[in-house]
């Protein structure tokens, strides 16, 4: 600063020019400049309160001495770096500056400050640094779930974080929310619902992430009870007793679903079953009760009482008052039942069952003469599905001395040849239908007495000798093989000359017919079979009369019988002469030998 002082000259101040320069010395010109020294100021920053990043922190400085409002401007620094947009901020009238700033990262910071001067003091040098505490920014998280959880034991909490959100983020700040380590515990291993649920392992990213503190969420979740069930427990079988009650077995009994040592214990004692209804079936269902679990764990389990499966057997009943009759031996098994009597024992009262006989049917154990043979009667049938039968049986006779049931086949096996001629030997099959021992003479044959026809030629002698007769038992000796052998003077290139156009007559006496079992029976009757032509060749009219008697002939072609066919093993045309009685039906009736036999008209087809 300059100061100009300037000293009179003139007539009118002579006076004072006088004394003056009596008294003062002057060393410079009339007009002199001289430079006066400008005040100095200090800058201070004051202590700032702590601040958190985005919120808006207050920086003051004071200058002293005071220059006056508005007298120059102050510069903020950060670590010695000037702080973007505080380098001019004005005083107020205590000579204090102060700025507000929002964009300080979080952490400590050296806040310093320098008066930038003004007038009549000087810029002050940079003050002493004073630490600005900026706090991270709390960030919080929404959008985790818990997943509800079925009792394991354990603490652990499923998270779901696909729709994780970040609250709190400041401006376009580059922070994101990292979840792949997210980990949820629950505040006990419990069942609950709502039950608090801690989370860690979230971590934020991205450049701003510093300036953040992240706040886990504080979640919660439910546990739900674990099913727990008995293993083990059976129901036994039984039969329909018209209750529902079932029978159960718990020695093998075990908990299953326990979690690890959980404290549980199992309680069968009293455990009762019921069985869905009471009526017989295959693996119904077992309801079982009385089963009961204690122990400390115990709440952290849904317990369900055990079902299993059994089967309820129908009621085997009795039959009573049905009867076997006695009978005639009859080659069969066939037995006649009197049923007006049947009636059923057994039945559980008020159940209703209805026996009904309509199909039922008796079998003789063996068709063979005897006492107190057993019968197993058969199609017996109840209308109640709770019970079934129990075999029946009973007792009847068949008596011996019946008629004997001689079935006198022509066998078509083919047997050896015999004779130069290479000719078949031809047998007969005897069927008893029950073991029988035959006396000497007891099959006989002879040339058929009646007259018969050869080519339309009354022939009442036949044509030719009686064949000898061999008998040999088959089996049992329930049927018996006869082979006829005789001369073999040839007439024919198929057969033996006593066997080739003769009619012959084979004979049964039953009474030299004795049944195995009982040797001292015999079968009462005679059994008389004709055979004509059985080795013939020549043609022969169909049912042709023989005179005034009741014995006719007929022609039967080989490829018409598959007997001859295969006895001959030859397609040419044979002749067969049957007797029966001229009315027009070859059957039982017609023919004397089946006649005597069955003593009833039975149609046959030869």
């Not at 958190?52 to 207050?58: I, L, N, P, V």
């Not at 009792?151 to 376009?172: D, M």
């Not at 009573?320 to 039945?347: E, H, R, V, Y």
């Not at 045309?573 to 070859?586: S, T």
Request: proline letters at 5%; glycine letters at 10%; charged letters at 10%.
């Amino acid at each position: 600063m300059f100061r100009f002082i300037r000293t009179r000259r003139g007539a009118n101040n002579n006076a004072c020019v006088k004394r003056f320069h009596k008294s003062v010395k002057l060393n410079f010109d009339p007009l002199e400049a001289r430079e006066t020294p400008a005040a100095t100021a200090a800058a201070t920053v004051l202590p700032m309160a702590a601040a958190t990043y985005g919120s808006m922190a207050s920086l003051q400085a004071v200058v002293t001495p005071n220059p006056g409002a508005q007298n120059g401007t102050l510069s903020f620094y950060d670590n010695g770096n000037l702080i973007a947009g505080a380098n001019a901020v004005p005083l107020d009238a205590n000579g204090v500056g102060t700025f507000q700033i929002s964009h300080l990262s979080a952490g400590d910071h050296a806040i310093s400050a320098v008066y930038n001067g003004g007038a009549g003091v000087d810029a002050s040098p940079m003050s002493s640094a004073v630490t600005e505490t900026i706090n991270p920014a709390p960030l919080f998280v929404t959008g985790i779930t818990v997943n509800d959880m079925t009792y394991s034991g354990n603490t652990n909490a499923a998270l779901n974080t696909n729709s994780a959100t970040l609250v709190g983020v400041v401006g376009a700040d580059e922070v994101t929310l990292n979840g792949d380590q997210a980990m949820g515990r629950f505040a006990d291993k419990n069942a609950g619902q709502a039950k608090p649920v801690s989370v860690s392992g979230l971590n934020l990213n991205g450049a701003a992430a510093s300036n953040y503190t992240l706040m886990q969420p504080a979640l919660t979740g439910n546990i739900t009870r674990a099913p727990l069930t008995v293993g083990g427990i059976t129901a036994s079988d039984r039969t329909y007793d018209a209750t529902n009650a079932a029978a159960v077995n718990v020695g093998s009994a075990f908990l299953n679903g326990r979690m690890g040592s959980d404290d549980l214990n199992l309680n069968v004692v009293g455990t009762t079953g019921t069985f869905n209804d009471p009526h017989a079936g295959v693996a119904k269902p077992v309801t079982i009760s009385g089963v009961s679990v204690s122990g400390a764990d115990v709440a952290n389990y849904d317990f369900t009482q055990p079902t299993t499966t059994a089967t309820i057997n129908p009621l085997a009943v009795n039959v009573t008052g049905i009867t076997a009759n006695n009978k005639p031996f009859d080659n069969s098994t066939m037995a006649t039942l009197n049923t007006s009597q049947a009636m059923l024992q057994g039945i559980i009262a008020p159940d209703m069952v209805n026996l009904n006989t309509t199909n039922a049917t008796g079998t003789f154990a063996s068709a063979n003469a005897g006492n107190g043979i057993n019968v197993a009667v058969n199609g017996l049938t109840i209308d109640n599905p709770d019970y079934t039968l129990n075999p029946f049986t009973n007792t009847a006779d068949i008596t011996s001395g019946s008629a004997a049931p001689v079935n006198i086949t022509v066998n078509g096996d083919t047997g050896p040849f015999a004779g130069p001629q290479q000719s078949r030997v031809v047998s007969l099959k005897l069927d008893f239908g029950q073991s029988v021992q035959l006396d000497q003479g007891a099959v006989t044959m002879a040339l058929h007495t009646n007259n018969v026809s050869y080519d339309g030629v009354a022939m009442p002698t036949g044509l030719g000798a009686v064949p000898t007769l061999v008998l040999t038992p088959n089996g049992d000796g329930s049927s018996w093989t006869v082979t006829f052998s005789g001369p073999d003077t040839d007439m024919g290139a198929d057969g033996f000359a006593s066997l080739e156009d003769g009619v012959y007559d084979v004979t049964v006496n039953g009474a030299m017919v004795h049944p195995t079992n009982n040797p001292t029976a015999s079968l009462t009757g005679t059994s008389t079979t004709t055979f004509a032509k059985l080795f013939g060749k020549t043609s022969a009219a169909v049912a042709t009369p023989n005179g005034a008697s009741t014995d006719y002939s007929a022609a039967v072609n080989s490829l018409d019988n598959l007997a001859f066919r295969t006895a001959f093993n030859n397609d040419a045309n044979y002749k067969a002469y049957l007797d029966f009685d001229g009315n027009g039906v070859i059957n039982s009736g017609d023919n004397l030998a089946f006649r005597q036999r069955f003593n009833k008209a039975l149609t046959w087809t030869a």
